[in-house]
């Protein structure tokens, strides 16, 4: 038989207190209402001996919170998200918040399903990399006074909270580096998508190059298509451009796809390319070459994230944050010289 959980009436009946008393020690209320010491004490001791835990659903319907926050992103199995993940959680923590992580695989309708689900357990707060579709439906959770934070993009038509990366200036000033380092003909990979994050991150490439008055040379993926698909056109971009001197790459899993393809189909290229990515991994550190990336500062997102949501959850009066953060340029083997790389 499942043992039965104390609850605060059994708490109070056996100190021979008020369960309104019970209820404002455990809630950290005490010295506020001029509860003593002694009686705080006692009641927390108790609590403790009896391995005390309030019951999380009838608090929540109590007070309209569970201190909960979402963390929903495309795939939380990508590296550079399971970090950021960790991070949050950790601040959360410290703050008496829980973390529900989520991917809603940048599909709308998985996205409209999960925030129902959410709605329907009163989270407390939501941190949201928003399907390219999902405007209404944050649209919705602001309407609803529920504190709301878009990373990674953004829709400039909606007044919200939100943190991103200065995505067109990180590419380019990435891609400057690739033709200050005697780079011409490069191509860039990336995907055929009207989210601000893609858009920005081929307005930087396509600034750097024609300043440079150089040529565009650009693949924009089918949105939505899978890995073998990516890679087969990423296979006939690289050889109806032969001249290619260095290829950059949007995202990390697409520079990933794009090291298989040139290992499989262009081995040689490997080495003379220039190959950049948007967004590091752990993988490009230890590649031969390794890959030069632009890395996004994960401590510094993570940390601000929380800070926003904690003093959304805070202030009952939102003040509204729109915060842009610097991307770091990490040059690795993959970059250097041209003249360099092809000694």
Not at 38 to 59: D, H, M, S
Request: hydrophobic residues 40%; contains cysteine.
């Amino acid at each position: 038989m499942k043992p039965i959980r104390p609850s605060i009436k059994d708490i109070a009946a056996h100190l021979n207190v008020s369960v309104t008393t019970v209820s404002f020690v455990l809630n950290g209320k005490g010295p506020e209402m001029r509860i003593s010491e002694e009686v705080i004490q006692k009641i927390l001791g108790y609590a403790r001996e009896i391995n005390y835990r309030p019951n999380q659903l009838a608090q929540s319907l109590r007070t309209g919170k569970t201190n909960v926050i979402v963390f929903m992103v495309e795939d939380i199995s990508n590296p550079f998200f399971a970090r950021l993940a960790r991070i949050i959680e950790v601040i959360a923590y410290q703050k008496g918040y829980k973390v529900i992580f989520c991917s809603n695989e940048n599909d709308d309708r998985h996205t409209g399903e999960l925030l129902q689900v959410f709605r329907d357990q009163q989270v407390t707060g939501y941190i949201i990399i928003p399907s390219a579709g999902a405007k209404k439906q944050i649209k919705a959770l602001l309407q609803e006074g529920v504190p709301v934070i878009l990373f990674d993009r953004y829709f400039p038509e909606l007044e919200t909270n939100y943190v991103v990366i200065d995505n067109e200036n990180a590419t380019y000033q990435a891609t400057k580096h690739l033709i200050g380092n005697g780079y011409r003909k490069i191509g860039f990979v990336t995907i055929a998508a009207s989210q601000t994050q893609m858009v920005d991150r081929l307005k930087g490439y396509k600034k750097a190059v024609k300043e440079a008055k150089l040529r565009s040379r650009v693949l924009e993926l089918p949105f939505g298509e899978d890995a073998s698909e990516g890679e087969e056109h990423m296979r006939k971009f690289f050889e109806a451009n032969p001249d290619l001197d260095a290829v950059f790459f949007a995202t990390n899993y697409l520079a990933q796809q794009g090291l298989l393809v040139m290992r499989e189909h262009f081995p040689g290229k490997l080495h003379a390319w220039g190959i950049m990515s948007f967004d590091d991994n752990e993988f490009f550190r230890i590649h031969t070459p390794s890959i030069s990336a632009v890395a996004q500062p994960l401590e510094e997102i993570g940390s601000k994230l929380m800070e926003i949501m904690l003093d959304l959850l805070k202030n009952e009066k939102k003040a509204l944050h729109q915060v842009v953060l610097t991307a770091r340029l990490q040059e690795r083997d993959s970059s250097q010289q041209k003249d360099v790389k092809s000694l």
